[in-house]
């Protein structure tokens, strides 16, 4: 049994996703082995080869791979994952993107999301925003699953010395082609990846006030995310949209301002270690799964809270 | 252009799920159902190409039990010109949906197929995708923008960095995010005006696709349960707190 872990990373580092998703393929017990698709991404390969476990990294270096273009990648990926007995990537908007064409293509179903591994062909994952937990057993000849990295502790980093070997499949997508993009500028941590994150919601009233949030962030390094409504409306952009649809987070400590806990909030952060809510309205659902609450104004709890810690 | 956009009958989005008591499954006896509300938005978009002149005709098909011609009329009242539905009493997994959207794709050779990213029961995410690897065509997903400039379009995604916009040579397929439009009601004449609208019904057979499963749900069980902690009187308990007790400052 061989396991082929498609990396996650921007062609300069591997994203560490990917080290939650090889804990997932060591769950699932056999070989594994990484396939890093992009272009000038020697430096990721390298990365990927020191894993712990890694028995070889395969290099798809090319223009094809460089915004990994989910034509090129699924097509890619199809070609070189049809002789392995799983695929696994991040369950990112990446891995969502290109997963189901590699599974089409392969004619299997897919696994999305999984959140633990049961054995070799059975999978939990969550279902109708995570209030309910379905255990899925595959009958399928290759396993084409994303794993949620909240599942699973990342693997380590270090440790591991595996071959890299090149690959010079050319899968140029005809049809599509990267036009722009626009990203998020922070030097604050990944909301994935950060200890604690501290979220708005549409209680911050328009987005210069999440500057008091920012103020805090920075003095305990955390992220900031937020709930659809304050997206929706328009107080920050979509990158920081913690929920059902948006970033699936699970920090020790997340910090909830001024967001009233709707379900699909819930479903992206309940499994945090402590959740705090700050909220002005006591019957707010978000108090129902917080470890402690602040009934108080969040204009006046969010500034002392920056000076108290 | 014609444009095709897929929709499914989910669990009302209010609606509060709950576990059989047997772990087969969530219980939707008596529960409210409607359109997924991906599919709400998707429908929205391709009213909105027509509205613009981009679109001229729109298709909506369905997949499910006689009683999703539902969620078919309420898009007719919308804007959608007629509809398919693939009656079947199964449960189908993407796969077999995707080959029964080829299907129709090839039947009626839209320039545009709009589908919701993902349907808010089984939190999938895959439909739109196999479509476009089965039928050769590209993809957009999560989209926030839709723009059709001739025989292209510009989509405009909502990925984990932030914003990234691919362009895409038609046909295409999109698939929807909450951002790229916000859904109309459809107005009383509309509904009446909508029951009037065709309304076709096909089988798998008929379409030339088996069904095939290959998942087999082992159980479902409810969520840990998150119990409700303690309140705190004022932000120095909070920060205390944090400190000492949890330990997570």
């Not at chain 1, 599942?151 to 140029?172: L, Q, R």
């Not at chain 1, 990203?183 to 994935?192: F, G, Y």
């Not at chain 2, 997903?141 to 914003?163: H, I, P, Y």
């Amino acid at each position: 049994m061989t396991i082929l872990v498609i990396a996650e990373h921007d062609n300069a580092a591997l994203n560490a996703a990917t080290l939650n998703v090889v804990a997932a393929a060591k769950e699932i017990g056999g070989d594994i082995e990484i396939l890093v698709a992009g272009e000038a991404c020697g430096a990721v390969a390298e990365a990927a080869a020191k894993i712990e476990g890694i028995s070889k990294v395969v290099v798809a270096d090319s223009a094809a791979y460089k915004y990994q273009i989910a034509e090129a990648m699924g097509d890619l990926v199809a070609e070189l994952g049809a002789g392995y007995s799983h695929i696994l990537a991040a369950a990112t908007t990446t891995g969502k993107d290109f997963m189901p064409r590699t599974a089409a293509l392969l004619d299997v179903n897919m696994i999305s999301d999984i959140v633990a591994v049961e054995s070799a062909d059975t999978f939990v994952r969550p279902i109708y925003a995570g209030n309910a937990i379905a255990t899925v057993q595959s009958s399928d000849s290759i396993k084409v699953i994303t794993v949620r990295g909240t599942g699973f502790d990342a693997a380590p980093a270090e440790g591991g010395s595996a071959a890299i070997e090149a690959n010079a499949a050319d899968k140029t997508s005809a049809t599509s082609a990267f036009v722009s993009e626009e990203l998020a500028k922070s030097d604050r941590p990944d909301l994935t990846a950060a200890e604690i994150v501290i979220s708005g919601g549409r209680g911050m009233g328009n987005g210069e006030n999440f500057e008091i949030l920012y103020k805090v962030a920075d003095k305990i390094g955390a992220a900031v995310g937020a709930s659809r409504a304050a997206v929706d409306a328009g107080f920050v952009p979509n990158d920081m949209q913690v929920g059902q649809t948006g970033k699936i987070v699970a920090p020790s400590l997340y910090i909830a301002v001024g967001i009233s806990g709707a379900i699909q909030h819930l479903a992206g952060m309940k499994e945090s270690k402590v959740i705090v809510a700050i909220n002005k309205d006591e019957e707010a659902p978000i108090f129902q799964v917080a470890d402690y609450g602040l009934v108080a104004d969040l204009f006046d709890a969010v500034p002392e809270l920056e000076k108290l810690v | 252009m014609k444009v095709l956009v897929a929709v499914k009958r989910v669990i009302d989005y209010n609606v509060k799920v709950r576990v059989k008591p047997d772990n087969s499954d969530v219980d939707l006896n008596n529960v409210k159902m409607a359109m997924n509300p991906f599919c709400e938005i998707a429908v929205e978009e391709a009213v909105r190409l027509k509205e613009k002149g981009v679109a001229t005709e729109i298709v909506v098909v369905s997949i499910g039990p006689k009683v999703a011609q539902e969620q078919i009329r309420t898009s007719l009242a919308l804007g959608a010109d007629r509809g398919i539905l693939i009656e079947t009493e199964e449960k189908l997994e993407s796969l077999t949906v995707a080959k029964l959207l080829k299907a129709v794709v090839e039947k009626e050779e839209p320039q545009l197929v709009i589908l919701g990213k993902q349907s808010i029961d089984s939190d999938n995410n895959q439909t739109g995708q196999m479509l476009g690897a089965l039928t050769g065509l590209p993809q957009g997903t999560f989209a926030s923008e839709v723009v059709v400039e001739g025989d292209k379009v510009n989509v405009t995604r909502e990925v984990d960095a932030g914003l990234r916009t691919v362009g895409l040579n038609l046909p295409a397929i999109v698939t929807t995010d909450l951002r790229l439009n916000e859904p109309r009601y459809a107005s009383l004449p509309n509904i009446m005006k909508a029951k009037r609208k065709p309304l076709e019904v096909v089988s798998p057979a008929d379409l030339g696709v088996e069904i095939k499963s290959t998942q087999t749900v082992v159980k479902v069980t409810p969520p840990a349960e998150r119990s409700a902690g303690i309140k705190v009187a004022d932000v120095a308990e909070l920060v205390e707190k944090l400190k000492n007790e949890a330990k997570v400052l």
